[in-house]
């Protein structure tokens, strides 16, 4: 696992992914990720899925920092968790 990348599925989950969600798994899972400080609970899970194959496809180490820094902010103001 990484600090930065799509959340880990539940093996039960992957069974269902169609070949867009499939495309998260080309990464290694993450602890904080681009979906987390985009919204979260709020995000559709066809939000959630174009947030992490947009990660997949442009992966940076800028976007790497900015995501953590995002991830503080998220958390300090517990948006979109419930």
């Known amino acids: 696992?990484?600090?930065v990348g799509p959340r880990p599925a539940l093996p039960?989950?992957?069974?269902?992914?169609?070949?867009d969600a499939k495309?998260?798994?080309?990464v290694r899972p993450g602890i904080t990720g681009l979906w987390q400080v985009s919204g979260r609970s709020d995000l559709s899970w066809e939000d959630t899925v174009r947030l992490d194959t947009y990660y997949v496809d442009n992966w940076s180490f800028t976007q790497d920092l900015q995501i953590l820094i995002r991830t503080?902010?998220?958390v300090l103001a517990s948006s979109g968790a419930y």
Not at 23 to 26: K, T
Request: hydrophobic share 35%.
């Open 1 to 3: 696992m990484s600090l």
């Open 72 to 74: 503080v902010k998220a």
């Open 12 to 19: 039960g989950e992957v069974e269902r992914y169609d070949d």
């Open 23 to 26: 495309r998260r798994l080309h």
